[in-house]
């Protein structure tokens, strides 16, 4: 039993942009073949940031909300904690059901496809839904391969029993190729050994035995997204996978966004869906080596944020990477404990407000007595809000201005705006004001601004990291 | 309930002062408001201390209030900290009065201290913001020259007011503090010079700022049943109001007035019998130029959004009808947080008893002091009324 029906595709990419012509004045080359530009996460940004922008798109496509999730599988090769489930966070911040099955999986660039593997086996959903969640943000050492092509996206898959997409064959092939592509325990920097013509086969090798174990036919396609390491190697698997670069580069994304690694070959599937595809083959591998191809059919609704809007120097980006900044001072910040934070979860994750029973004034957060008539009800009538407002209260804080905590952030983005905003209550007719950062933006802002709600980093404090909301101006969402 | 005076009030120089300690600046502060007693006091005649500091650097952060009385010889009295952020001595002052009208004690000493200099940067930052809502306000990036930015950006979008009136209050605090010996920054600057600091958080920069200093400062509150015994020139406590609010900006009713410091002035007013017309000087809590502009409309000096014409009227200057903040105020007299509240009595005492030298106004009745904590979470106003006539 299972679910092939592709209901919908959401993708995107941090809006910070590097081009290769930055690295190549820096180091006097570029080593990753095929890329022009790349993506780059911004100090907030990490792969639950981006893997909730990509699901919050997906089931906007799909028609859908996070209460319809039955299954939520959230695969990256950088998550932001090494252990513990993030899938648990995912599913708080999408308003996913507690009963919903989940998976967290990592380990190398082929968990996107196991993700998606592992959900339609989770299927028949009826009438609920299947979210497949594919965020990575690969990082080496500076003057490496990999570093050089490291970008940054991120995928959501909404699965279903009827589609209208539909994933119309799957095969998969694991052989053990050692060394080809890795990141030892502790470390956060993926290395390689170079290695070129056994890297080149371990990938020709697992693609196309997965290949010839496909029951239908792959010579009908509009694209193929294939595992993009550099925006060369893809292009060796033609033979092996009987598809012609012209096919392979209708998928392309790698020259834009760099590797995405584990959303890689679903980023080239939803470009391709976005471009009105009718079939396409997602070919995922993963060093180890692993491969899954899946055969899929469109149409699929696609809703897509990948275009960039600023550009970085290098030194910008290495302060983006935190290669030259400064951490958190001693000193120590604001201390919230996390069982304190846990318990506000449901105001910085999903933004429930309260409706006062006394006055019916919106508070935020709904605790202690009411902020407009003080009256001590103990209870709120819970609401969420829609996370549109405008800005009411907004200053920029320079260098020196930011409390310790948030040194580490200012280091690496540079100076930022703090706002109150006015939230619109659910039907408009109220608002209710809560404290917020505003995101890195283009454009000046002022009272009156009019801005959404996203979900960031806020800071690490005792190595956790706490999620939550920032604002950003309404005409910057992509 | 009987009257409560100040029969003296003394401070430390404001300043960075590596050399000294929390209890010494508190121990100079105790001489220096013992010695400003007319007939004079023995020490053993005060029942009780009431001291105010927020605890900046941890330091004695627990049983700071005896830490500070023992160590200035006030052995065995009732001693206790008050802290409400940079109001803490003013509400330190606030609970002397309480106790000397009560009648649980005759004399009451009533100080404050903070020493917030010899930290770096960034654990001087820390402390900062502390008194800022921590689980929310803070944690969106800001301390309190951010919370207090959003205020003027509230306000100058409301009413007819620009950068140039945040940079004009510094030049005012400056030229005033420049004339007095315990300002910490105790120089001129040119309108030029407070426009072109480099910005903090904008629209404040540098010179809308005020310094973190260290400093002690202490007030003697005695009863109307003693008080000839100390002085012929009593200055009454004529009316006290405080006031609180939330502590997060988001939370209050408006972001371009400090309800709490209109609460607090509208009892104090009350309390004394007078009106804003009657005041002679005021000191007022400008930690941010923003903050003088609101002070001027919570405190009934002007309508609301008027404050930039009171400036620009020179209402407020030394020869205006209205000083404010005659000792160079937080921005240039200094802040040490806990010595704040206190060191502005002790400036009205010097007003009124003619002690104020170079700053001196002639022969003023009524002096008013507001201090705030937070950016509006508490405030804490005291009217002081000089009874003889000259």
């Given at each position: 039993?299972?679910?092939?029906g592709?209901?919908?595709?959401g993708?995107?990419?941090?809006?910070?942009?590097?081009?290769?012509?930055?690295?190549?004045?820096?180091?006097?080359?570029?080593?990753?073949?095929?890329?022009?530009?790349?993506?780059?996460?911004d100090?907030?940004?990490?792969?639950?940031?981006?893997g909730?922008?990509?699901?919050?798109?997906?089931?906007?496509a799909?028609?859908a909300?996070?209460?319809d999730?039955?299954?939520?599988?959230?695969?990256?090769?950088?998550?932001?904690m090494?252990?513990?489930d993030?899938?648990?966070?995912?599913?708080?911040?999408?308003?996913v059901?507690?009963?919903?099955?989940?998976?967290?999986m990592?380990?190398?660039?082929?968990t996107?496809?196991?993700?998606?593997?592992?959900?339609?086996?989770?299927?028949?959903?009826?009438d609920?839904i299947?979210?497949?969640i594919?965020?990575?943000?690969?990082?080496?050492?500076?003057?490496?391969?990999?570093?050089h092509?490291?970008?940054?996206?991120?995928?959501?898959?909404?699965?279903?029993?009827?589609?209208?997409?539909a994933?119309?064959?799957?095969?998969?092939?694991?052989?053990?190729?050692?060394?080809?592509?890795?990141r030892?325990g502790?470390?956060?920097?993926?290395?390689?050994?170079?290695?070129?013509?056994?890297?080149?086969?371990?990938?020709?090798?697992?693609?196309?035995?997965?290949?010839?174990?496909l029951a239908?036919?792959?010579d009908?396609?509009?694209?193929?997204?294939?595992?993009?390491?550099?925006g060369?190697?893809?292009y060796?698997?033609?033979?092996?996978?009987?598809?012609?670069a012209?096919?392979?580069?209708?998928?392309d994304?790698?020259?834009t966004?760099?590797?995405?690694?584990?959303?890689?070959?679903?980023?080239?599937?939803a470009?391709?869906?976005?471009?009105?595809?009718?079939?396409?083959?997602i070919a995922?591998?993963?060093?180890?080596?692993?491969?899954?191809?899946?055969?899929?059919?469109?149409?699929v609704?696609?809703?897509?944020?990948?275009?960039?809007?600023?550009?970085?120097?290098?030194?910008?980006y290495?302060?983006?990477?935190?290669?030259?900044?400064?951490?958190?001072?001693?000193?120590?910040?604001?201390y919230?404990?996390?069982?304190s934070?846990?318990?506000?979860?449901p105001?910085r994750h999903r933004?429930?407000?309260?409706?006062?029973?006394?006055?019916?004034?919106?508070?935020?957060?709904?605790t202690?007595?009411?902020n407009?008539?003080?009256?001590?009800?103990?209870?709120?009538?819970?609401?969420?809000?829609?996370?549109?407002?405008?800005?009411a209260?907004?200053t920029t804080?320079?260098?020196?201005?930011?409390?310790?905590?948030?040194v580490?952030q200012?280091?690496?983005?540079?100076?930022?705006?703090?706002?109150?905003?006015?939230?619109d209550g659910p039907?408009?007719?109220?608002?209710?004001?809560?404290?917020?950062q505003?995101?890195?933006?283009?454009?000046?802002?002022t009272i009156?601004t009019?801005v959404?709600?996203t979900?960031?980093r806020?800071?690490?404090?005792?190595?956790?990291?706490?999620?939550?909301?920032?604002?950003?101006?309404?005409?910057?969402?992509? | 309930?009987r009257?409560?005076?100040?029969?003296g009030?003394?401070?430390?120089?404001f300043?960075?002062?590596?050399?000294?300690?929390?209890?010494?600046?508190f121990d100079?502060?105790?001489?220096?408001?013992?010695?400003?007693?007319d007939?004079?006091?023995d020490?053993?005649?005060?029942?009780?201390?009431?001291?105010?500091?927020?605890?900046?650097?941890?330091?004695?952060?627990?049983l700071?209030g005896?830490?500070?009385?023992?160590h200035?010889?006030?052995?065995?009295?009732?001693?206790?900290?008050?802290?409400?952020?940079?109001?803490?001595?003013?509400?330190?002052?606030?609970?002397?009065v309480?106790a000397?009208?009560?009648?649980?004690?005759?004399?009451?000493?009533?100080?404050?201290?903070?020493?917030?200099?010899d930290?770096?940067?960034?654990v001087?930052?820390?402390?900062?913001g502390?008194s800022?809502?921590?689980?929310?306000?803070?944690?969106?990036?800001?301390t309190?020259?951010g919370?207090y930015?959003?205020?003027?950006?509230?306000?100058?979008?409301?009413?007819?007011?620009?950068?140039e009136?945040?940079?004009?209050?510094?030049?005012k605090?400056?030229?005033?503090?420049a004339?007095?010996?315990?300002?910490?920054?105790g120089?001129?600057?040119?309108?030029?010079?407070?426009?072109s600091?480099?910005?903090?958080?904008?629209?404040?920069?540098?010179?809308?700022c005020c310094?973190?200093?260290?400093?002690?400062?202490?007030?003697l509150?005695?009863?109307?049943?003693?008080v000839?015994?100390?002085?012929d020139?009593?200055?009454?406590?004529?009316?006290?109001?405080a006031?609180?609010?939330?502590?997060?900006?988001?939370?209050?009713?408006?972001y371009?007035?400090?309800?709490?410091?209109?609460?607090?002035?509208?009892?104090?007013?009350?309390?004394?019998?007078?009106?804003p017309?009657d005041?002679?000087?005021?000191?007022?809590?400008d930690?941010?130029?923003?903050?003088?502009?609101?002070?001027?409309?919570?405190?009934?000096?002007?309508?609301?959004?008027?404050?930039?014409?009171l400036?620009?009227?020179?209402?407020t200057?030394?020869?205006?009808?209205?000083?404010?903040?005659?000792?160079?105020?937080?921005?240039?007299?200094?802040?040490?947080?806990?010595?704040?509240?206190?060191?502005?009595?002790?400036?009205?005492?010097?007003?009124?008893?003619?002690?104020?030298?170079?700053r001196?106004l002639?022969?003023p009745?009524?002096?008013?002091?507001?201090?705030v904590?937070?950016?509006?979470?508490s405030?804490?106003v005291?009217i002081?009324?000089?009874e003889?006539?000259?």
């Open positions: 039993m299972t679910a092939s592709l209901a919908a595709i993708a995107y990419a941090p809006r910070l942009r590097i081009d290769a012509a930055e690295f190549e004045a820096a180091w006097g080359r570029f080593d990753a073949a095929g890329i022009d530009a790349k993506a780059v996460p100090a907030d940004e990490d792969a639950v940031t981006m909730v922008e990509a699901a919050r798109r997906a089931l906007t799909a028609d909300s996070g209460t999730v039955a299954h939520l599988a959230f695969a990256t090769t950088t998550p932001p090494a252990e513990e993030l899938a648990a966070r995912l599913c708080s911040i999408l308003n059901p507690d009963d919903a099955k989940t998976q967290t990592t380990g190398s660039t082929h996107g496809a196991q993700a998606l593997d592992a959900t339609m086996d989770g299927g028949p959903f009826g609920g299947g979210l497949v594919v965020s990575d943000c690969p990082r080496g050492d500076p003057d490496s391969e990999v570093e092509a490291a970008g940054a996206g991120s995928v959501a898959l909404v699965v279903d029993d009827d589609g209208p997409g994933v119309v064959d799957r095969a998969s092939h694991t052989e053990a190729y050692p060394g080809t592509r890795f030892t502790g470390d956060d920097r993926t290395t390689g050994l170079g290695v070129t013509q056994y890297d080149r086969e371990a990938f020709i090798t697992t693609l196309g035995s997965a290949a010839e174990r239908v036919p792959i009908d396609l509009d694209a193929a997204a294939v595992q993009s390491p550099d060369k190697l893809p060796r698997a033609t033979g092996a996978l009987g598809v012609d012209e096919t392979i580069a209708a998928a994304t790698v020259s966004l760099g590797d995405t690694g584990a959303a890689s070959a679903f980023l080239g599937a470009t391709a869906f976005a471009d009105d595809a009718e079939r396409v083959l995922a591998y993963g060093s180890g080596a692993s491969a899954t191809l899946f055969v899929a059919t469109g149409p609704p696609v809703e897509t944020a990948l275009d960039g809007a600023v550009s970085l120097s290098y030194a910008e290495l302060r983006r990477r935190g290669e030259i900044t400064r951490d958190e001072p001693e000193g120590g910040g604001a919230v404990s996390v069982p934070w846990q318990r506000t979860i105001q933004l429930v407000a309260g409706r006062c029973v006394a006055c019916g004034a919106l508070n935020f957060p709904p202690g007595a009411c407009d008539c003080h009256e001590r009800t103990g209870d709120f009538e819970a609401v969420e809000l829609p996370g549109t407002g405008t800005v209260a907004v804080i320079e260098q020196g201005g930011a409390p310790p905590e948030f580490a200012q280091s690496s983005s540079g100076e930022f705006d703090s706002a109150i905003v006015a939230l039907s408009g007719e109220q608002t209710v004001s809560v404290p917020a505003v995101l890195d933006t283009t454009d000046e802002v009156d009019p959404v709600l979900t960031r806020i800071y690490t404090q005792e190595g956790v990291i706490r999620y939550g909301f920032k604002a950003q101006v309404a005409s910057q969402r992509r | 309930m009257d409560a005076y100040i029969i009030a003394g401070q430390t120089p300043g960075s002062m590596p050399e000294e300690s929390y209890r010494s600046l100079h502060a105790v001489s220096e408001a013992v010695d400003s007693v007939h004079g006091i020490t053993d005649a005060i029942d009780e201390a009431v001291v105010g500091s927020l605890g900046v650097g941890g330091r004695q952060l627990g700071s005896p830490a500070a009385t023992e200035a010889g006030l052995h065995g009295i009732p001693s206790v900290r008050v802290e409400n952020a940079c109001a803490a001595s003013g509400y330190a002052v606030r609970q002397a309480q000397v009208k009560s009648g649980m004690a005759d004399v009451a000493l009533a100080g404050g201290v903070e020493v917030m200099t930290m770096s940067s960034d001087t930052k820390y402390w900062l502390v800022g809502e921590t689980e929310w306000e803070r944690l969106t990036g800001t309190f020259s919370v930015a959003q205020m003027a950006s509230a306000y100058l979008r409301e009413y007819e007011a620009s950068e009136h945040l940079s004009m209050v510094a030049v605090n400056h030229r005033n503090g004339k007095n010996p315990k300002a910490h920054l120089f001129e600057c040119s309108l030029e010079d407070a426009a600091a480099p910005v903090v958080a904008d629209p404040l920069n540098l010179y809308h310094p973190t200093s260290d400093g002690a400062a202490v007030a509150v005695a009863s109307a049943d003693v000839e015994q100390y002085t020139d009593p200055i009454r406590v004529a009316g006290v109001g006031a609180s609010d939330r502590v997060g900006l988001f939370q209050r009713d408006s371009t007035a400090v309800s709490a410091s209109e609460a607090a002035a509208t009892t104090a007013y009350d309390r004394a019998g007078v009106v017309d005041l002679d000087f005021a000191e007022v809590h930690c941010f130029t923003i903050a003088e502009l609101l002070a001027y409309e919570d405190l009934g000096f002007c309508d609301r959004g008027e404050a930039p014409q400036l620009e009227q020179g209402t200057e030394a020869d205006g009808a209205m000083p404010v903040n005659l000792s160079g105020g937080l921005k240039s007299k200094g802040h040490p947080i806990g010595a704040t509240g206190a060191g502005q009595i002790v400036e009205a005492f010097k007003q009124l008893t003619g002690r104020a030298a170079d001196q002639a022969a009745k009524y002096g008013l002091t507001h201090n904590g937070g950016s509006g979470g405030a804490v005291h002081l009324e000089r003889a006539a000259r």
